[in-house]
């Protein structure tokens, strides 16, 4: 099957060919952290998630290998735990446990590879001495700067001009640069923060060389696919390009992907703006599933708004394939694959409201399959392409119980009170517990072994 993808590099829609099929290479810029993720920051982990199952789909489950750092040294974990009294590493373990709880409620699968920014110190340092050797680097009193003047591609993947650059953003502490467009490496050791011995002085890495060794060191370049949130393309994934690409003489990705925005009231969700919502204040009210079909439920370059109404339309979505499922709870599913129209969608740029679409035909195939074999098959393709977009895992019955919270309990009780006047041949009895079921939006089904609920579609 043939994927394509946007490329953020040559600004187009490509067909996409590892460089070796049975070891395909992906690395996604991963979390800082220092303190809770906000959805936002979940869309690149959910995005990138079903690209690996779609490349593990098509090349091998082996033959995959994903990345997903963790930046676990930087001036917002310094300030952090200089705030809190607390130990960098005390701050940067526990955050990453919460980022993986978070990510996992929302489906997305350990990546193959998390590496950790202080446990490739000495990579970095390598690094740097290399290009310090090849004049791409210079030492200055506040660090290691990159020389971007002497760069001839730099600005290549963000399509900025090296007379935009000029003008580029004063950083605070770094006044000895040569250019306003050089960037950190390297910054010298200051009293009370984490510092390693180097060659050129002792000090801590700048951030965008944390990923190009971790990159090299773990998976080795070029890799096949690069991804991150479209703010990372400058300067980050710039930098990233130029710190590798100067010091190996080679491509650091083939392709660069990037996911756009997600917004509140159409303005980026960011922490210094100040209107995030987490993860974990989501999970309390909606079901990891939803929340993912909502992030899912537009393309990944496009902007995405987040509202309640888009988590209400998510959970009405996966109420009817799990009432599909529901409704063919005693039928075995067929060892099939996921439809092809439906991979084709995934495979098409990762267009995830087309697979949607798919798949909500694949609800209705299984809804109006009667013949056993064909509600064995239709339940069987259902499923398959449910397990590619990462849904659909919870039992049909517990999902509807956790989508009532604490109501289920006295849902149950209604429903066997209808059990029970049915069987007593109560049928008004059990005329008037269905009608009082239908008006808390649940609809019984009955069938041979036994009655079970859902929300009414
Ligand atoms: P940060 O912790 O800010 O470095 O962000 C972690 C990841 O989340 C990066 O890939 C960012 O590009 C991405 N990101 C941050 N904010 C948003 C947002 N509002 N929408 C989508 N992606 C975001
Ligand atoms: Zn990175």
């Not at 490739?120 to 009193?141: C, F, N, T």
């Not at 400058?234 to 590798?244: D, K, L, R, T, V």
């Not at 659909?392 to 989508?403: G, K, M, Q, V």
């Amino acid at each position: 099957m043939e994927i394509a993808l946007t490329n953020t590099l040559t600004r187009r829609k490509e067909r996409f060919e590892p460089a070796n099929p049975s070891r395909v290479t992906m690395y996604v810029c991963g979390p800082t952290v220092y303190s809770y993720a906000h959805i936002g920051n979940a869309r690149p982990p959910v995005v990138f998630d079903v690209l690996f199952r779609l490349l593990r789909l098509t090349y091998g489950e082996q033959a995959v290998i994903y990345a997903r750092n963790y930046t676990d040294i930087d001036d917002k974990i310094i300030a952090a735990a200089a705030k809190s009294g607390e130990p960098i590493d005390a701050i940067t373990r526990k955050f990453e446990r919460i980022y993986e709880e978070d990510t996992g409620a929302l489906g997305v699968l350990p990546p193959t590879l998390t590496p950790r920014a202080t446990e490739h110190v000495s990579d970095m340092i390598a690094l740097i001495e290399q290009l310090l050797a090849k004049g791409a680097a210079y030492k200055a009193e506040t660090g290691i700067y990159f020389s971007v003047a002497a760069d001839e591609d730099y600005g290549k993947l963000s399509g900025r001009s090296q007379d935009e650059l000029k003008a580029g953003a004063r950083v605070e502490g770094e006044d000895d640069k040569r250019h306003p467009s050089d960037f950190a490496l390297w910054k010298t050791t200051k009293p009370g923060e984490p510092s390693w011995e180097a060659s050129f002085g002792a000090g801590r890495p700048g951030w965008h060389i944390e990923c190009s060794a971790m990159i090299e060191k773990e998976l080795g370049s070029p890799i096949d696919i690069h991804g991150g949130g479209i703010d990372l393309i400058f300067p980050h994934h710039e930098n990233e390009i130029a710190q590798s690409e100067s010091a190996h003489g080679h491509a650091l990705a083939r392709v660069w992907m990037h996911n756009g925005f997600l917004t509140m009231d159409r303005e980026k969700m960011s922490k210094s703006i100040g209107n995030i919502i987490t993860p974990r204040e989501l999970l309390e009210d909606w079901q990891g599933e939803t929340i993912r079909w909502a992030l899912l439920s537009a393309h990944y370059r496009a902007p995405l708004d987040w509202s309640e109404d888009l988590l209400r339309q998510a959970q009405a979505s996966l109420d009817r394939l799990y009432g599909a499922v529901l409704r063919l709870k005693d039928v075995a599913a067929a060892e099939v694959d996921a439809p092809s129209a439906f991979v084709e969608a995934l495979a098409d740029d990762l267009n995830t409201p087309a697979a949607i679409a798919e798949l909500s035909a694949l609800a209705t195939a299984a809804n109006v399959a009667k013949k056993p074999a064909e509600q064995a098959r239709a339940k069987g393709e259902l499923l398959a392409a449910a397990r590619l977009l990462g849904v659909l895992n919870e039992d049909p019955e517990h999902w509807f119980r956790a989508s009532f919270g604490d109501e289920a309990a006295e849902i149950d009780r209604l429903v066997a009170e209808r059990v029970a006047a049915r069987a007593a041949k109560n049928y008004a009895e059990s005329d008037r517990l269905r009608d009082e079921l239908a008006a808390r939006g649940v609809e019984v089904m009955d069938s041979a072994s036994g009655s079970t609920w859902r929300r009414k579609g």
